[in-house]
């Protein structure tokens, strides 16, 4: 990954798919919150049982979805927008869930990339004889952010949304919704009644057992596709 924008931090930090999948499962095991067979994943008790704080609800411009707090000592806080607390909709539970787990993402990911920037700034203040700061610093995350198309410098809000579906759709639970229904499927020559069935049917039981968006569950069977051509294409050059 380029250096050329490192964004809050002193640096960026590349973290492959496979393990950013694979510690949101952990950090799951670790809390107990993640079930035997799918379901929705409980992640209002996540920020409780990781960090033994629960996150807050706070008024906030209409576009601020939410934001991670640290401080040099490590993690301070999350709060979300009690504009979508208010919406209890299923569009809007769904937006508090994702919201909340794209957060927990910076707080997980995120965390040493934090202390390192505020600690050196901290070193550079006593350096130079400038007040120390002791206030916490934010990542504030808009809407764009979590539920649209940030831009492709934005990496660290990248990162957080792959966490947010790692979190949300643990890889053990999405296969075993995902993996029948899915295998061998070629989106180029399915008939219409296989991208019903198969693809678009696969995205709705997604959606509906582990209660997030649909656009959130396209994504996650998208990818999964793409990972299963991947490895036909590897698999066949190799033979």
Not at 33 to 58: S, V
Not at 193 to 220: C, H, P, Q, W
């Amino acid at each position: 990954m380029s250096t050329r924008n490192t964004g809050p931090f002193l640096r960026n930090e590349f973290i492959p798919d496979k393990r950013i999948a694979r510690i949101a499962v952990e950090q799951l095991a670790a809390c107990r919150l993640l079930p035997e067979t799918p379901g929705p994943i409980a992640i209002e008790k996540f920020c409780d049982r990781k960090w033994g704080f629960p996150e807050d609800y706070k008024a906030m411009d209409r576009d601020v979805m939410g934001c991670a707090s640290f401080t040099h000592n490590g993690f301070e806080r999350i709060e979300i927008n009690v504009q979508l607390f208010e919406d209890s909709s299923r569009t809007g539970t769904r937006r508090v869930r994702s919201t909340l787990a794209h957060e927990i993402g910076h707080g997980i990911l995120h965390e040493g990339l934090f202390v390192e920037k505020l600690l050196f700034e901290r070193n550079q203040g006593l350096l130079f004889g400038d007040v120390e700061r002791t206030a916490p610093v934010a990542i504030a995350c808009r809407n764009s952010d979590i539920f649209g198309k940030p831009k492709r410098t934005d990496w660290w809000e990248i990162q957080a949304n792959k966490f947010m579906a790692a979190l949300l759709l643990p890889t053990p639970l999405f296969l075993q919704i995902a993996e029948a229904p899915l295998a061998d499927y070629d989106e180029s020559v399915a008939t219409p009644k296989d991208r019903v069935t198969r693809y678009y049917g696969t995205i709705d039981r997604l959606s509906e057992v582990f209660n997030v968006s649909r656009e959130m569950a396209g994504i996650a069977v998208d990818n999964y596709l793409a990972k299963c051509r991947a490895k036909a294409t590897e698999e066949a050059l190799v033979w």
